[in-house]
């Protein structure tokens, strides 16, 4: 016989009889499986300063995953690090060539947020418009992206086309699966990769 699913700790190993086959008593954490699952209710609205912190603290999380995948490429560079990015976070709310939303639940907690910057593409290339390049985009927990992440994308598009850009580009770690998974799903396809290796 056999059980599926995330177990925290064997229990106990139960014998019937000699000819029943060997089984094991399992302790599973459905409650905080079922808790991972569940989306609050959440609207999404522009980015304000109050916000801030809670877009440094997202983007730090992110940060320190990404440096694992890339150690040298995306090496934290500490708190001097995030209060850089918190004074950036302050100048782009207040720059027309960026877009920016965040995602709140009802207990006003940030689920996530999405920086766009509006800009032209090269000079030997001519897309139609503008370009809506995204990198800042990052959601509180995995299982949110297909929710929140969903309705950030969706919420940018509309000042961005207004703004007069056509197409969109998201910037995502090559490691990086359920948000790969995810922008494949909103019908965005890889354009470009980076290559990266230290010089010896």
């Given at each position: ?14 014998s019937y009889d000699e000819h029943c ?180």
């Open positions: 016989e056999y059980t599926c699913g995330t177990f925290n700790q064997q229990i106990k190993e139960v086959p060997r089984r094991i008593i399992f302790e599973f954490d459905t409650q905080n499986s079922i808790h991972q699952n569940i989306v609050p209710q959440f609207v999404v609205r522009t980015s304000q300063l109050s916000d801030i912190d809670a877009m440094v603290s997202l983007s730090k999380a992110k940060r320190m995953l990404y440096e694992k995948a890339q150690p040298q490429f995306w090496r934290y560079a500490g708190e001097e690090g995030d209060n850089t990015q918190r004074q950036w976070f302050k100048q782009l709310l207040e720059d027309k060539n960026h877009v920016t939303f965040t995602a709140e639940s009802e207990t006003q907690e940030i689920l996530g947020f999405v920086i766009g910057k509006l800009m032209p593409a090269p000079e030997v290339y001519n897309p139609g418009g503008l370009t809506l390049m995204i990198d800042d985009f990052c959601v509180k927990s995995e299982n949110l992206w297909q929710s929140v992440g969903a309705r950030l994308i969706e919420a940018i598009k509309i000042p961005a086309k207004s703004k007069g850009a056509t197409q969109i580009l998201v910037v995502c770690g090559a490691h990086n699966y359920p948000k790969r998974k995810f922008l494949g799903e909103q019908n965005l396809s890889i354009a470009s990769e980076w290559f990266v290796g230290g010089i010896v």
